[in-house]
Structure formats: structure tokens, C-alpha cells
Antibody
């Protein structure tokens, strides 16, 4: 069974840092792009960042550029999100998700399947 | 950035009814659109990709249609377990994936 399990969420003060982890199982982790998607309380879904199979390419939504860093360890089947300079507006459930689809030499067309159960990050003093 | 607009925001229906949820894109997506279902306290679940292809294990009462900028998710006969929020997602604008704001289907 394909499974993604996030951990590392919690309460942090504004300006603080947090590192999220996502443990993958049931599939060949090193063959997939992976993403983080977040959902603020009562709001919709927002893609945050993704990373190529070998970690050589990373992309971010503008609102987190320079503050968040996505990484992966294929030997450990794990995905990470280092979050620095956290703001109140970063409060959300963070989901990791496997990207599925197809890539050419220059771009990809990927959707998300499956998603982890999510981990809540609360930024508040 | 491609802006995705879903309508209506909320749909009040009865079990057994047929429902159609709309998703529009600010620019053409070809068929690069997915639909997800999210129930309270749960992660989203993939329903449809490539605008009209059902994901593994998704019941046949769910169908997707459209291309370009206008897409529809249809549930042919609403079951009690289908009451949820539905999101569309474009994956045409690499690498900036964006979602619609969601449509809540309620009793």
C-alpha cells in the first residue's frame, strides 16, 4: 500500500523555525517528484514546493521563497520541508503528496496521488 | 499564474440527485486538470485526472469533462458519502500548480 506519513508540526512563535518530515512507503520513492501542499484553517489548498526525483530541481510558491527549503533523502524514503522565518499566515495543515504524471525534457504535467494525512503547523505567540 | 475559479461555492442537494460542479481556468489548460474530494478532517483524494480519467477505485458515478478553460465534475447520483468539498487543480503551468477555491456539496 502506498503511504505517506508526515510529522514535525507544532506550535512555533513568529520568526521561528520548524522542520517537517514525510516518510514514504509502498512505492519507489526515488522515481517520483514530491510536493508539499498546505491548507490554512477553513481555507483551500495551496501548493507550496516540489522537488525532482534526484533532488536536482526545486520549485517554490512565491510566498515562501527564501524562507522554506524542500529536500529529500532517497536512501531513507523521506521528504522534508525546512521552514524558517515563520509568519502567522503560514499557519496551516501541511500535506506531502506524490506527484504522478509525465515529464518531458523541459516540463512536467503532474497531479497528486496520494496525499499524507497532514501535519498542523501553528504560528502564534 | 493560472487562476482557477470554481462555482458554486456551496451546493445544497439531496441524495440521489445529479450534480455538476464547474471549474474555469484563466487560460487554456488543454486537458491538464485534476479533481479531488476532501472530507472533514481528511486529506484530499484524487478523483479525476487528465480532465476525464477516473483514478483507481473511483466509482463510475463520478465523471469529468471539458478542455481548454471550462471543466465539469459530474456526480450522477449523489450518495451520502459524497458530501464533501471538491477541488480542481491545474497542472498545465509547470511548475506552478494551482487549485480552485473549492465547492462544498452539502445536504
Amino acid at each position: 500500500e502506498v503511504q505517506l506519513v508526515e510529522s514535525g508540526g507544532g506550535l512555533v512563535q513568529p520568526g521561528g523555525s520548524l522542520r517537517l518530515s514525510c516518510a514514504a512507503s509502498g512505492f519507489t520513492f526515488s522515481r517520483h517528484w514530491m510536493s508539499w501542499v498546505r491548507q490554512a484553517p477553513g481555507k483551500g489548498l495551496e501548493w507550496v514546493a516540489n522537488i525532482k526525483e534526484d533532488g536536482s530541481e526545486k520549485y517554490y510558491v512565491d510566498s515562501v521563497k527564501g524562507r522554506f527549503t524542500i529536500s529529500r533523502d532517497n536512501a531513507k524514503n523521506s521528504l522534508y520541508l525546512q521552514m524558517n522565518s515563520l509568519r502567522a499566515e503560514d499557519t496551516a495543515v501541511f500535506y506531502c503528496a506524490r506527484e504522478v504524471g509525465y515529464c518531458s525534457s523541459s516540463s512536467c504535467s503532474n497531479w497528486f496521488d496520494p496525499w499524507g494525512q497532514g501535519t498542523l503547523v501553528t504560528v502564534s505567540s | 499564474e493560472i487562476v482557477m475559479t470554481q462555482s458554486p461555492a456551496t451546493l445544497s442537494v439531496s441524495p440521489g440527485e445529479r450534480v455538476a460542479l464547474s471549474c474555469r481556468a484563466s487560460q487554456s489548460l488543454s486537458s491538464n486538470l485534476a479533481w479531488y474530494q476532501q472530507k472533514p478532517g481528511q486529506a484530499p483524494r484524487l478523483l479525476i485526472y487528465a480532465a476525464s480519467t477516473r483514478a483507481t477505485g473511483i466509482p463510475a458515478r463520478f465523471s469529468g469533462s471539458g478542455s481548454g478553460t471550462a471543466f465539469t465534475l459530474t456526480i450522477s447520483s449523489l450518495q451520502s458519502e459524497d458530501f464533501a468539498v471538491y477541488y480542481c487543480q491545474q497542472y498545465n503551468n509547470w511548475p506552478l500548480w494551482t487549485f480552485g477555491q473549492g465547492t462544498k456539496v452539502e445536504i
